[in-house]
């Protein structure tokens, strides 16, 4: 079934239910584990410590995604008003000319072992070139599941930190290169990093330090590509535009964009804002399928600084003229996500969420978060180059704020509206206004 599911918003909850069941092909049934209090306590008591309680965010699904040819629902879940309605509006464009197209890495993490206390840097550098493939084949004889599964330890590399004499010593890391496969790897690279450090150490006649993971996935990632006709860009045309075709007024809002992304690029404090525009869809899918969101956050700032200046992840040029005009976009960047191992043992939601968009390996579910991230991209410049970012965000905000005053049914879209319109977005307002319309009912 066809993920573009026209006034979705629109629909009542179990009406939306009834069609995300549709679209995935999950029972209605399924949809339980988003329920109030489908995550037990006792269960919450044993994935942390101290627990006390839950703590609830909405749950929703993107419409319109298309996703090298497939129709994916996206799951979400996010407290920021306007995010799950932009990226399904952006996916909306997309998927008219042709969808998201995605291209990944092999899953490979990197494990550090740091050596201090190295008398000579240079020969223990050489020494672990030369051992190399053994000391790759006791790495592999530990993850013997994982190599059986086409993954394990693919490579040992070395760098030489510092010489001494100093404060430690002579330091060296090493880096060892692990095929995750579809796990997201950080428990099983902990692990290994802990077995090889006391061999590293005595070949490198030094001292281990630290043995863990780095969060910087610079050998696994994902690239996302889509393209957009300029003319799906136009706001609705008015009375004032005269002549001027949708593919004219879509044209300037394609180079409107453009031009957006190449202030990012020039600019590091508007390329952290563009950034987080991505991370909104980024986050909010993680999230929605268990997954460590602040080891990606950690990575993809890293990586965005990789070149000593800090840049957009995502970048937006205008191609061709005319009709044939377009907007083409691309977003890089790395992405460790597993389908098996984590919260996705005990976490009923995270289950779902999973479920609902299909993925069915680690490279395809990051796909489904990199396409959400280019989607609330596109979704929040397009914003900013015509009607500005607050119009569409403080309407929809103006709603949350409705129903915080108190507002339901007819009244909830009354007061929205009003207040939206207002252009004074608060609480206090909210309930004026709400007070208003039910003193006025009363008096009919």
């Known amino acids: 079934m066809s993920s573009r599911i026209p006034g979705f918003y629109r629909k009542s909850i179990a009406q939306r239910r009834a069609a995300a069941a549709a679209c995935s092909g999950l029972p209605q049934e399924a949809f339980a584990a988003i329920d109030d209090g489908a995550l037990p306590l006792e269960v919450a008591d044993g994935m942390i410590e101290n627990v006390i309680g839950t703590y609830a965010l909405p749950f929703a699904v993107a419409v319109n995604f298309q996703i090298d040819g497939v129709d994916r629902l996206v799951p979400m879940v996010v407290e920021e008003p306007?995010?799950?309605?932009?990226?399904?509006?952006?996916?909306?464009?997309?998927?008219?000319?042709?969808?998201?197209?995605s291209t990944a890495s092999a899953p490979v993490m990197l494990g550090q072992v740091q050596l201090v206390e190295v008398a000579d840097v240079d020969r223990a550098v050489a020494a672990l070139a030369e051992h190399r493939q053994e000391l790759l084949t006791r790495a592999r004889s530990s993850m013997r599941r994982l190599v059986e599964r086409g993954g394990g330890p693919v490579d040992l590399t070395a760098r030489i930190l510092a010489r001494p004499p100093g404060p430690d010593g002579g330091v060296v890391v090493v880096h060892l290169h692990v095929d995750c496969r579809d796990a997201m790897g950080a428990n099983l690279i902990n692990t290994l990093c802990e077995e090889m450090a006391w061999p590293l150490a005595e070949l490198c006649q030094g001292r281990p330090g630290l043995r863990i993971l780095s969060n910087l996935t610079d050998e696994r990632t994902v690239t996302v590509r889509c393209r957009v006709a300029a003319a799906s860009l136009a706001e609705q045309g008015s009375a004032n535009d005269g002549a001027r075709s949708a593919s004219t007024r879509g044209a300037?809002?394609?180079?409107?964009?453009?031009?957006?992304?190449?202030?990012a690029e020039l600019d590091p404090y508007r390329a952290t804002t563009h950034n987080k525009g991505i991370m909104n869809g980024v986050d909010a899918v993680l999230l929605a399928t268990g997954q460590d969101f602040r080891a990606v956050e950690a990575g993809a700032h890293a990586f965005a600084a990789r070149s000593g200046v800090y840049r957009p992840l995502a970048t937006w040029r205008l191609r061709g003229e005319g009709d044939a005009a377009e907007l083409v976009g691309e977003l890089t960047m790395p992405l460790a996500v597993g389908t098996v191992g984590g919260a996705l043992h005990v976490h009923p939601g995270a289950r779902l969420g999973l479920a609902i968009c299909g993925a069915t390996s680690a490279n395809d579910l990051a796909a489904v978060v990199a396409s959400a991230g280019l989607a609330t991209n596109l979704a929040a410049l397009r914003a900013l180059a015509t009607e500005g970012i607050q119009r569409g965000h403080m309407s929809l905000h103006a709603r949350v704020l409705a129903r915080a005053a108190g507002a339901s049914g007819e009244l909830l879209d009354r007061v929205a509206a009003e207040l939206a319109d207002s252009g004074d977005v608060r609480i206090e307002c909210a309930r004026q206004i709400l007070h208003r319309l039910q003193a006025s009912a009363l008096e009919r």
């Open 82 to 101: 306007s995010v799950v309605a932009a990226s399904s509006y952006a996916a909306r464009m997309i998927r008219d000319s042709g969808g998201f197209v």
């Open 252 to 263: 300037e809002v394609a180079e409107a964009v453009a031009s957006a992304s190449r202030f």
